[in-house]
Every structure is written in structure tokens, then in C-alpha cells.
């Protein structure tokens, strides 16, 4: 995606200021010391027979798995819905907010038939479907509100949806918490219902031939050849975005990995712990990308994302650097390409990567 060169020094003085729309850059000196890495030998062998590279990890993963298309769960991150279960087996997890500020987490997951207990489950919003169709993902949840009815009965949606009767035994209710928040599924479970429904586990060609391009791992992505638009980034706060669980990373120096914790209000401040594997949710990647948003005007308090963009940015954290991008979606199944600020489209690194969407007027901070 190219830019003028009006716009990429609009661009290159509004980095030293904002995030998006009117974030505010930490000051500089008050986070960690600068991480080490450490030297990857030469990846480019797969390290068994019958290994391929994932599409959503770039780690070597089964050829079986990496055909199968993966799974899109709903799931609630709030005071009442905490700790979630299998949630750190996601490859890639989305949160926004929905109504009350709340936020809700897609996760999507590969090689999952033998998945234990995931979730648990909530309803579905429209602009999570869009970003589950294009990862060509079944999308798994528990009802939602009427206006995301005309997406789920398009034909090419494929979901399971545990407010649906002929759906309902893919899921299960625990007696630990009270409803809505003791849905859960499991990779079985799933399986057995995709198979009655006709679904294909392969991939339909309904999407672009590449979602997330990836660095090797013997040369990672270390954001060093953007030189000073490469900004100091081994914390990220996100509490002026999600106000109600508050969330933020910070880079392990050790692995290279940006740990989450989150504050949920009437709650101790701590990280973000997987129920079923008592690990904190981790990421190579963190990307933060900027949307235009509004309240639909009901009394519920939904929202309504513009999902389908070309003109809005964001930015991209990796081994404790950041730089500004861009992004564009153009088509239902289309994949959100993210491109840096010459246009080129950007290189994640090899691991997990956790997708924050926010309002363009929320604000940001990272050091």
C-alpha cells in the first residue's frame, strides 16, 4: 500500500506522538533494560517427516494439521468469565470490546480435534465473523444478537452454535460458575458435530493464498532496518482501550516473548493465566490495529466495527520494538494485510500473535 510523501511525513511526525488517533507515547527510560536475543540456527529442514509450515504460526506443525482448517471460539474475557480454559493453545486470539466495554477474545486454533476443554463459550458479534471467515475458520459460539443472523445463514458461513438445538451436544455446562459464563466445548465434540453437518475439514479456497507473511527464524524480523521509526517497546498498555480488564504485556528479555496481564476491575492486577494449563498467555507477535467503531444505537449497547478498511494504521511489536502500519481488508474473505509505512508488507516472526482491535480515538501507551 503506497503513500504520498505528504502523508508518510504526517506520518513520520505523528510517530514520535501518537499510537493511533490520539495515543500517547510513554516516556522514554522508564521500562526495562534493551533484550538479548539469542542466535537461531538454520530452520529451513523440517525437523520431522511429514512437517510443514503452519499458516498461522510459521512453526513446523503435521501436514494434516496445517490443511485442516481451524476453529474461531468466542470466548469472554471478564471478571465472572476468568480463568479461561485451553486458551493458551490458541495460535492467534482477537479482542475487542463489545457492549460495556467489556471485551470479548476470538481464538483460533490449529490441530484441535484433541483439544480438551475450551472456553468458555459466549455469543458472536459481526466483526469477529469477518475476521474468522478470513482464516476459512468454523466459527464456534453461543447464540448472539439478531443482526449477526444474515451472516450466519450466508451459505458459505459454517458454524456451531450452542444456542441452536441441533447444536447443543458439542457443548457441555460445568457447576463451578453460573450461566452465561459455564459453556464449553472440546475438540472432540466438535469434531463428531462438523462431520454431521456435512462440513469439509479442507480448505475451500475461499480466502488469499497468504494471511500473515513470516521472517525465518534464522533471520528473525527484528524491526532494526526501520532504524530510529523502530521505537522502544518492551511494555504495552492498553488500559485506555479496554477500561474494564486493562490489559498489557511485557517482553521477557529470556525468550523474546511479550507476557499478558490484564486488571480486571474488583480484581488484583496479575497475569493472564490459562485455567487448564496454569500458563500465562504469551506472544511473539502483538499487533494493535485501529478501527472506526460506533454504538448501533440500541439499547443493549452493541457495537459495529468497520472491518473492511484501507485507510486506517496501527502498530506492530515484536523483540521489543515497535513501528507504525497501516492496514487493509477489502473482501469478506480476505485476509487484513498489515504494511509498514514504505508500504511493504510486514514480516511477523515466527509464534503466536495476539490481535488487539480498538476504537482509532482510544488511546495507548508502550516504552
Known amino acids: 500500500m503506497?503513500?504520498?510523501?505528504?502523508g508518510l511525513a504526517l506520518i513520520a511526525v505523528?510517530?514520535?506522538?501518537?499510537?493511533?488517533?490520539?495515543?500517547?507515547?510513554?516516556?522514554?527510560?522508564?521500562?526495562?533494560?534493551?533484550?538479548?536475543?539469542?542466535?537461531?540456527?538454520?530452520?529451513?529442514?523440517?525437523?520431522?517427516?511429514?512437517?510443514?509450515?503452519?499458516?498461522?504460526?510459521n512453526e513446523w506443525v503435521s501436514?494434516?494439521?496445517?490443511?485442516?482448517?481451524?476453529?474461531?471460539?468466542?470466548?469472554?474475557?471478564?471478571?465472572?468469565?476468568?480463568?479461561?480454559?485451553?486458551?493458551?493453545?490458541?495460535?492467534?486470539?482477537?479482542?475487542?470490546?463489545?457492549?460495556g466495554r467489556?471485551?470479548?477474545?476470538?481464538?483460533?486454533?490449529?490441530?484441535?480435534?484433541?483439544?480438551?476443554?475450551?472456553?468458555?463459550?459466549?455469543?458472536?458479534?459481526?466483526?469477529?465473523?469477518?475476521?474468522?471467515?478470513?482464516?476459512?475458520?468454523?466459527?464456534v459460539h453461543y447464540g448472539g444478537p439478531f443482526f449477526v443472523n444474515d451472516l450466519i445463514e450466508q451459505p458459505t458461513t459454517e458454524n456451531i452454535n450452542g444456542a441452536l438445538s441441533t447444536d447443543s451436544l458439542a457443548f457441555y455446562r460445568?457447576?463451578?460458575?453460573?450461566?452465561p459464563?459455564?459453556?464449553?466445548?472440546?475438540?472432540?465434540r466438535l469434531y463428531r458435530k462438523i462431520l454431521e453437518k456435512g462440513y469439509?475439514?479442507?480448505?475451500?479456497?475461499?480466502?488469499?493464498?497468504?494471511?500473515?507473511?513470516?521472517?525465518?527464524?534464522?533471520?528473525?524480523?527484528?524491526?532494526?532496518?526501520?532504524?530510529?521509526?523502530?521505537?522502544?517497546?518492551?511494555?504495552?498498555?492498553?488500559?485506555?482501550?479496554?477500561?474494564?480488564?486493562?490489559?498489557?504485556?511485557?517482553?521477557?528479555?529470556?525468550?523474546?516473548?511479550?507476557?499478558?496481564?490484564?486488571?480486571?476491575?474488583?480484581?488484583?492486577?496479575?497475569?493472564?493465566v490459562d485455567g487448564a494449563t496454569g500458563e500465562q498467555l504469551a506472544f511473539k507477535n502483538v499487533l494493535i490495529q485501529c478501527v472506526k467503531s460506533e454504538d448501533l444505537g440500541l439499547s443493549e449497547g452493541y457495537l459495529v466495527f468497520q472491518c473492511h478498511d484501507d485507510t486506517r494504521g496501527g502498530w506492530y511489536f515484536t523483540n521489543g520494538k515497535g513501528i507504525p502500519v497501516t492496514w487493509k481488508k477489502d473482501s469478506d474473505y480476505g485476509a487484513t494485510h498489515y504494511y509498514d509505512d514504505d508500504g511493504n508488507e510486514i514480516l511477523l516472526n515466527t509464534g503466536k500473535t495476539m490481535i488487539c482491535v480498538v476504537n482509532e480515538d482510544d488511546t495507548f501507551t508502550f516504552r
Open 174 to 179: 460445568t457447576s463451578d460458575r453460573q450461566a
Open 200 to 272: 469439509s475439514l479442507s480448505y475451500r479456497g475461499l480466502t488469499d493464498d497468504h494471511h500473515f507473511l513470516f521472517a525465518s527464524e534464522a533471520e528473525p524480523n527484528t524491526l532494526e532496518q526501520y532504524g530510529d521509526r523502530a521505537e522502544s517497546a518492551a511494555y504495552i498498555d492498553l488500559s485506555g482501550c479496554y477500561p474494564l480488564t486493562r490489559c498489557y504485556f511485557e517482553l521477557n528479555e529470556a525468550d523474546g516473548l511479550y507476557y499478558r496481564s490484564q486488571h480486571l476491575v474488583g480484581d488484583d492486577d496479575g497475569p493472564h
Open 2 to 6: 503506497k503513500k504520498s510523501k505528504t
Open 102 to 139: 467489556m471485551t470479548r477474545l476470538m481464538a483460533l486454533y490449529e490441530d484441535w480435534e484433541d483439544l480438551g476443554q475450551i472456553g468458555n463459550v459466549r455469543s458472536l458479534r459481526s466483526y469477529f465473523a469477518y475476521w474468522a471467515f478470513e482464516w476459512d475458520a468454523f466459527l
Open 63 to 99: 501436514a494434516e494439521a496445517a490443511a485442516t482448517r481451524p476453529i474461531a471460539v468466542m470466548i469472554p474475557n471478564e471478571k465472572d468469565a476468568v480463568p479461561q480454559y485451553n486458551l493458551s493453545r490458541a495460535s492467534v486470539v482477537y479482542e475487542a470490546n463489545v457492549e
Open 14 to 57: 505523528l510517530a514520535l506522538l501518537t499510537a493511533c488517533g490520539t495515543q500517547e507515547k510513554a516516556p522514554d527510560g522508564s521500562g526495562p533494560s534493551a533484550p538479548v536475543y539469542a542466535t537461531v540456527e538454520d530452520d529451513s529442514v523440517p525437523p520431522g517427516e511429514d512437517m510443514v509450515r503452519s499458516p498461522l504460526t
Open 181 to 188: 459464563h459455564n459453556a464449553y466445548t472440546d475438540g472432540q
